[in-house]
C-alpha cells in the first residue's frame, strides 16, 4: 500500500504581484476562497502568506490571525503552513517569526542564505535559524524546513544534531530559484539522497518547472506542492485560473499511478501531529 500523497497548495507567496494574473489571491477574502476551494480539491497542507489591505505581502501577526480565523470559519481542517520569509524582502529576520506566536501546526524554515533572482538576498544567517527553531519548539509548531539549495540540508541536519529540531525532520525541497539549485534530474536526485533516513519530504518546482518537478516527486514516492506561488501557468501561454486548477492536476496523476490522496487527518498521521488544533 503507498504512502498516502499530501498535496501542498502554495496558494499566494510574496512574489508574484497582481499584474502578473489576475487568477493571484491578493485579497482577505480571494485567499480564504483560495484556501478553501484548494483543500476541496485534494489539498491537505495550505501554504500561506500574508498581504495587507493593498495586496502588499506582509509578516503582519495580525492579519494572519485574521487569515487563519476567517479560513477555519468555512469548517475547512487543512493544515495551515505559515511562511516565515521575508515578504519578498519587506520583513526583518525577528519579524518574520512573528507569527509564530500564533501557534500554526506547521511553518517554514528557510535553512540558509542565498542570491533570490538578481536583485535580492534572501538572509537566513545560521543564529537566526536556531532562534527560529528555538521558538517554533517552545510553541509547538512543527518547522518544515526549506531547502533551495544543498547546503540548506546540513544547516538542517545540524539543527536536528543540535536538538533544536525533531529528527528525521519534515523537508520541502525547493527547486528551479535563481540562486538555488537547478530544477534538473541531477540536482533532484542529489538533494533527496542527501536527507535524513525517513524524513517526511515534498518537493516544487518554481516557474516552468513546476509540473517536471511535480512529476519527479511522484516518481520517486515523495509528496508535492503545487500552486500560484510557484507558478502561474497551467501550461506554456495559458494561465492557470485557480489553485485549485493546478491541485486537481496532481490529483489526476495520482489517481494514474494508484496513489491515494491524503486527507488532513492522513497528512496529520504522517507528520506526527496530534488531532486538528486551531493557531
Ligand atoms: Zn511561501
Known amino acids: 500500500m503507498s504512502v498516502p500523497l ?7 507567496g510574496s512574489v508574484t504581484a497582481a499584474q502578473d494574473t489576475p487568477h493571484l489571491p491578493i485579497s482577505w477574502d480571494a485567499i480564504v476562497e483560495e484556501a478553501v476551494t484548494s483543500w476541496r480539491a485534494g489539498a491537505a497542507i ?7 489591505e493593498d495586496g502588499v505581502p506582509t509578516q503582519d501577526p495580525q492579519i494572519y490571525q485574521q487569515l487563519v480565523e476567517r479560513i477555519r470559519k468555512r469548517e475547512c481542517d487543512a493544515i495551515l ?4 520569509g521575508s515578504a519578498g524582502g519587506r520583513a526583518e529576520l525577528d519579524e518574520r517569526t512573528e507569527c509564530l506566536e500564533l501557534e500554526p501546526e506547521l511553518a517554514t524554515l528557510d535553512c540558509g542564505s542565498m542570491n533570490f533572482g ?4 534572501f538572509n537566513n544567517p545560521f543564529d537566526f535559524l536556531r532562534r527560529s527553531a528555538a521558538k517554533m519548539s517552545a510553541h509547538g509548531v ?9 547546503g540548506m540540508i546540513a544547516n538542517g541536519r545540524r539543527l536536528i544534531d543540535e536538538g533544536l529540531i525533531k529528527g528525521p525532520g519534515v523537508w520541502q525541497l525547493c527547486l528551479g530559484v535563481k540562486g538555488g539549485a537547478p530544477a534538473d534530474l541531477e540536482t533532484f536526485a542529489h538533494l533527496v539522497g542527501r536527507l535524513p533516513e525517513g524524513a517526511f519530504w515534498s518537493a516544487l518546482g518554481v516557474g516552468r518547472h513546476q509540473l517536471e518537478v511535480n512529476l519527479l516527486t511522484l516518481a520517486a514516492s ?8 510557484d507558478n502561474i501557468y497551467y501550461r506554456r501561454g495559458e494561465l492557470a485560473t485557480s489553485n485549485a486548477q493546478l ?15 491524503a486527507s488532513p487527518a492522513d497528512a496529520r498521521s504522517l507528520l506526527a501531529l496530534g488531532p486538528e488544533q486551531d493557531p
Do not use: M, W
Open 6 to 12: 499530501v498535496i501542498t497548495a502554495a496558494i499566494t
Open 46 to 52: 495550505i501554504h500561506l502568506h500574508a498581504r495587507d
Open 81 to 84: 503552513n505559515l511562511s516565515t
Open 118 to 121: 538578481d536583485q535580492r538576498v
Open 142 to 150: 512543527l518547522p518544515e524546513i526549506e531547502v533551495f539549495d544543498a
Open 222 to 229: 515523495g509528496h508535492v506542492r503545487t500552486g500560484l506561488e
Open 247 to 261: 491541485v486537481q492536476r496532481i490529483v489526476r496523476l495520482a489517481e494514474e499511478l494508484g496513489r491515494p490522496v
